[in-house]
């Protein structure tokens, strides 16, 4: 046990989840795992940002608190703010006239990137109007050749808000992860609501709720251990068949992919 604990440490993160089946051989190990550090395995990408333009969002602190979580445990994040990029109302009628530069900025940040962080407040029991539009011009082709909310398909998100009220904009997220989902983005299970939005926050813009904080970490742990997984997806494939086709993996004891 201690054995198979010293090798599972050694491994990258995003194959830890793998159950192995170890041999006596703890040094024999150890050269397999720097095989696996040496897979060509990348940082993912992701990008931060809320569905508030407003100067003081509380919406948008939490995005940063959630991008610093994120750069903390290895991934690369981008801080978007939508007010840095007004957008037109979305209308077919102004599309076809061509793409508005800044829509082709922000869609540009969102299909480079292997997932999203996205803080959002509730308007009226739902999701913003900014942010809706921000997703209503990215999920559009801009190319003759580009399928529908490519920007978005197979990419990995984790949503939260924050609010005055109790429910902290908990209303809104149910509404958004749908809407993501539709879009073919894989939202994480957890979620995060923070209420009492105007005393959350210290004056570093962390939370000071210890229960808020943890589970804030665990929804960007999730989006950061789900995304690295599918930004190196073809490096994982290909070392696993390396191993099933090497006839000293016996050697390692047995490998089951999750």
């Given at each position: 046990?201690?054995?198979?604990?010293?090798?599972?440490?050694?491994?990258?993160?995003?194959?830890?989840?793998?159950?192995?089946?170890?041999?006596k051989n703890v040094y024999k190990m150890r050269g397999l795992a720097r095989c696996f550090s040496m897979a060509g395995i990348r940082q993912p990408r992701l990008?931060?940002?809320?569905?508030?333009?407003?100067?003081?969002?509380?919406?948008?602190?939490?995005?940063?608190y959630a991008a610093k979580m994120a750069s903390a445990i290895d991934a690369e994040v981008t801080i978007l703010e939508p007010k840095n990029y007004p957008?037109?109302?979305?209308?077919?009628?102004v599309e076809a006239k061509g793409f508005p530069e800044n829509v082709l900025k922000v869609k540009g940040l969102l299909a480079q990137s292997d997932g999203f962080l996205i803080a959002c407040p509730e308007y009226n029991g739902s999701f913003t109007p900014m942010?809706?539009?921000?997703?209503?011009?990215?999920?559009?082709?801009?190319?003759?050749?580009?399928?529908?909310a490519a920007a978005f398909?197979?990419?990995?998100?984790?949503?939260?808000?924050?609010?005055?009220?109790?429910?902290?904009?908990?209303?809104?997220?149910?509404?958004?992860?749908?809407?993501?989902?539709n879009l073919g983005v894989n939202v994480v299970p957890d979620q995060v609501a923070v209420g009492g939005a105007l005393k959350a926050f210290s004056e570093?813009?962390?939370?000071?709720?210890?229960?808020?904080?943890?589970?804030?970490?665990?929804?960007?742990h999730q989006v950061v251990e789900s995304s690295r997984m599918w930004a190196n997806k073809e490096a994982t494939c290909d070392m696993i068949r390396k191993?099933?086709?090497?006839?000293?993996?016996?050697e390692y004891g047995n490998v089951i992919s999750p």
């Open positions: 046990h201690e054995a198979s604990a010293l090798v599972v440490s050694e491994l990258p993160s995003h194959f830890r989840p793998m159950m192995m089946t170890v041999s990008v931060a940002f809320s569905g508030s333009a407003r100067k003081s969002s509380v919406n948008q602190k939490l995005a940063l957008l037109p109302l979305y209308c077919q009628d942010l809706k539009n921000l997703i209503d011009w990215c999920s559009r082709p801009s190319a003759e050749d580009e399928p529908m398909k197979g990419k990995v998100a984790g949503i939260f808000a924050s609010s005055p009220g109790g429910l902290g904009g908990l209303r809104g997220l149910t509404h958004l992860r749908e809407l993501l989902t570093d813009g962390e939370l000071v709720n210890e229960m808020h904080s943890s589970m804030l970490a665990a929804c960007v191993m099933r086709a090497d006839t000293k993996c016996a």
